[in-house]
Every structure is written in structure tokens, then in C-alpha cells.
């Protein structure tokens, strides 16, 4: 199964790292993706750069609109995502938990649902389950 590991953390707080303590967990997640690639877990992902740099898109009634920034204010802010390939939720958490900025905020891991071209699982359905 695939899971996307999403990694949330408060972009204010990891201002106050030093560069070096930055450079460091850089160095932590670049070793940690290795690490899941090596055992065959990972099949992509990548850091995200700040939501500063963000634009938020939407469509309503026919009309593009464009905003500057995200889609909304939350206390931790998508830093980036691991894309893992795992036999289950119990080895997707396994992985996720090596991932070094859950220290300092959370990775919330989610199933990828594949898009088909019918009979496609609706998220009542889901909820049903």
C-alpha cells in the first residue's frame, strides 16, 4: 500500500534554530530518506519551502482566483511529505516514526487513494467503511 507521511511543524519556531542546528536536521532527513529508500519503503518526497513562498489557488463559479500565501492560517504549517510504499498502516507508522521533525511537530500519514476511472471510493463510503 502507499501512504503519504505529511510533516507539519511551526515555522516560527524552527526560525529560532541556528544554522547550524538547521543544517543538521537537514542532514538527519536527507539521511532518513536514504535510510527508507535502501529498505524499499520510500518511493518519493521532498521539503517544502516555507509558506511565504506559497500560492493558493481556487476555482469558483468558473473564475480562477489567486491568493499569495496558504490556504489557511494553522499553527503548523505542510514542511514537506514522504512518499512511502509499506504493507500496512502498522509499517507506515514504523517509518514515519524515523522521520526527524516529528521532534518538533507531527507527521500525519495517510493512505494515497488511486484515482480510477470509475467506481471510485467516495469519502462517504470511506467513512462508512
Given at each position: ?27 538527519e ?37 489567486i ?10 504549517q ?23 521533525p ?28
Amino acid at each position: 500500500m502507499k501512504y503519504v507521511a505529511l510533516v507539519y511543524y511551526d515555522e516560527q519556531a524552527m526560525e529560532k534554530l541556528s544554522q547550524d542546528e538547521w543544517d543538521a536536521l537537514n542532514r538527519e532527513c536527507i539521511a532518513c530518506g536514504e535510510s527508507l529508500k535502501e529498505r524499499e519503503q520510500m518511493i518519493g518526497g521532498n521539503a517544502l519551502l516555507s509558506t511565504q513562498s506559497a500560492t493558493t489557488l481556487r476555482i469558483r463559479a468558473g473564475k480562477v482566483d489567486i491568493t499569495d500565501g496558504p490556504f489557511a492560517e494553522t499553527k503548523e504549517q505542510l514542511a514537506g511529505f514522504y512518499l512511502l510504499e509499506v504493507k500496512d498502516l502498522n509499517e507506515a507508522i514504523q517509518a514515519a516514526s524515523k522521520i526527524p521533525p516529528a521532534r518538533y511537530g507531527s507527521i500525519e500519514i495517510r493512505p494515497v487513494r488511486e484515482l480510477q476511472d470509475e467506481n471510485n471510493v467516495s469519502y462517504e463510503a470511506q467513512r462508512r467503511g
